[in-house]
């Protein structure tokens, strides 16, 4: 009735689960170094922007409809990325030229005393 499972040959796609291992190490680092020089919000700005194309890949490619409502909340989304992008432009021509070393989003990810220390 049941068939023998240890029976079964399901082939292991080993060159598969290496190129996904690879892809999967490069977003990390991607992810690591994009938050390093920016900020967690760029993060999800940038996020926004992949889910855009990645819809429009989807129309364009399995013509997949899209209804009133998700127009409506991408318009939302677009605007809402507009807005940051404006306000980071404001906030970047009336800041100083050098930032203030008390802000978190300025600091090095890695100290000098750190290396220092470690010899």
């Known amino acids: ?68 409502l998700q127009i409506f909340g991408y318009g939302i989304a677009f605007a809402g990325v507009c807005w940051y992008n404006y306000q980071k432009l404001q906030g970047m021509q009336s800041s100083p030229k050098h930032p203030e070393p008390s802000d978190p989003e300025n600091k090095p990810l890695l100290s000098e005393t750190a290396d220092e220390n470690k010899s």
């Not at 819809?55 to 399995?62: E, F, H």
């Open 1 to 68: 009735m049941h068939p023998d499972l240890n029976s079964i040959d399901v082939g292991f796609p080993v060159t598969w689960l290496l190129i996904s291992a690879v892809s999967a190490f490069g977003l990390n680092i991607s992810v690591f170094l994009l938050i390093g020089r920016s900020s967690a919000l760029t993060m999800n700005v940038a996020g926004v922007i992949k889910d855009w194309l990645l819809i429009l890949l989807s129309v364009v490619l399995y013509q997949t409809p899209v209804g009133s």
